[in-house]
């Protein structure tokens, strides 16, 4: 079965970087997409970017110089790096796989927070 | 880039009523439209992919319809497990975007 089971919560100061995995198992890695999300608490969906794990080829959002996202085939794991951290990045991130421009199974969520 | 509102931004039903969420593109997203529900504490899962087809595993009370800029989820008769946020998403073209979330509360 299709899973993706993301690493444990961070804490982060401000000013710091973060990098959160995804890991997948139960399908072929290479034929699908991952994308980030994000919630803040309280919070609607805002969508970070996506990687296509085929060619590596990334699409980000509005926080698109300060993300980069990456996979490692070896490992079919995925990576969302967020540097430069503020409280306003304090959020659960998700990753999920796209298929055919359809995120259609998602991790658990990452719980990240930025303190001081 | 491509603005997707939603509403209502919550709404109150019963048991067994039939509810309709709207979402509404800024520009022409054909039938790129995807929709989520979010319970509690939980990761969105995907009900609706190309607007109006029926992710495997979601109960056919779910329906979805619309393309270019207007579209709509229906649920033809609400469940208890149903009382949750929904959330629409074009990936016409990027940035992706979600519309903002219809809570979706018992009356």
């Known amino acids: 079965q299709v899973q993706l089971v993301q690493s444990g919560p961070e804490v982060q100061k401000p000013g710091a970087s973060v990098k959160v995995s995804c890991k997948a198992s139960?399908?072929?890695?290479?034929?699908?997409?991952i994308t980030w999300v994000r919630q803040a608490p309280g919070q609607g969906l805002e969508w970070m970017g996506w990687?296509?794990?085929?060619?590596?080829?990334t699409y980000y959002g509005h926080n698109q110089d300060r993300v980069t996202m990456t996979t490692d085939t070896s490992t079919s794991t995925a990576y969302m790096e967020l540097r430069s951290l503020t409280s306003d990045d304090t959020a659960v991130y998700y990753c999920?796989?796209?298929?055919?421009?359809?995120?259609?199974?998602w991790g658990q969520g990452t719980l990240v927070t930025v303190s001081s | 880039d491509i603005q997707m509102t939603q509403s209502p931004s919550s709404l109150s039903a019963s048991v067994g009523d039939r509810v309709t969420i709207t979402c509404r593109a800024s520009?022409?997203?054909?039938?790129?439209l995807s929709w989520f529900q979010q319970r509690p504490g939980k990761a969105p899962q995907l009900l609706i992919y190309?607007?109006?087809s029926l992710q495997s595993g979601v109960p056919s009370r779910f329906s979805g319809s619309g393309s270019g800029t207007d579209f709509t989820l229906t649920i033809s008769s609400l469940q208890p497990k149903d009382f949750a946020t929904y959330y629409c998403?074009?990936?016409?073209?990027?940035?992706?975007?979600f519309g903002q979330g219809t809570k979706v509360e018992i009356k």
């Open positions: 998403q074009q990936s016409y073209s990027s940035p992706w975007a």
């Open positions: 520009q022409s997203i054909a039938s790129s």
């Open positions: 190309a607007a109006s």
């Open positions: 990687i296509s794990v085929y060619n590596g080829n």
């Open positions: 999920a796989r796209v298929s055919g421009g359809n995120p259609d199974y």
């Open positions: 139960g399908y072929t890695f290479t034929n699908y997409g």
